[in-house]
């Protein structure tokens, strides 16, 4: 059930219905505190990320008077926690991903250098740097150099 829930607050939270959403999102904490679910949410990771902070702020702008707000603040505290620990460690994982020449032909794709001037620069060839950027894409789940740029930096890669 706690599942479905979350499902349905993320769902709202796309479709932009946002007291929605945090309404759901309420519900499925009350629900889910009590079981002392964490993996629930750390598997949602980031999508779930802005959705628990404006609950919080909701929250706090109530002022934490009394022990239930408390400890829901805490139980929230802990999952932003572990959603932060999680997205850190897949970030490592993802950059220990790339190779050393990955990683060098990344940070050229930031540059409007062409491949073949990033070979130049590499002193490898044109076919061994598109080699290198379709693996980059592949691992950074991009279609194109803009986009691979784009979500490189968003992850702090760049």
């Known amino acids: 059930m706690p599942e479905i829930l979350l499902l349905q607050a993320l769902a709202c939270a796309g479709m ?9 999102l309420g519900q499925v904490l009350r629900l889910s505190q009590k079981q002392g679910y964490i993996q629930l949410y750390l598997d949602e990771g980031e999508a779930l990320r ?3 902070l ?6 706090t ?5 009394d022990q239930e707000k ?12 572990g959603i932060r620990a999680k997205t850190a460690e897949g970030l490592n994982s993802l950059y220990e991903g790339l190779s050393e020449r990955e990683r060098e ?9 062409s491949s073949t001037e990033i070979a ?11 080699f290198h950027m379709k693996n980059i894409y592949a691992k950074l789940g991009a279609h194109r150099r803009s986009e691979a740029v784009e ?8």
């Open 61 to 65: 702008r109530g002022g934490a008077d």
């Open 50 to 52: 802005a959705l628990l």
């Open 120 to 130: 130049k620069a590499l002193l490898v060839s044109p076919n061994t740097v598109r």
């Open 16 to 24: 932009n219905v946002r007291e929605t959403a945090l309404g759901t």
């Open 105 to 113: 032909v990344l940070r050229h794709l930031d540059s409007p250098i």
């Open 54 to 59: 404006d609950f919080k702020n909701r929250l």
């Open 70 to 81: 408390i400890a829901h603040l805490q139980y929230v505290d802990r999952l932003l926690a």
């Open 151 to 158: 979500r490189a930096r968003k992850m702090g890669l760049l």
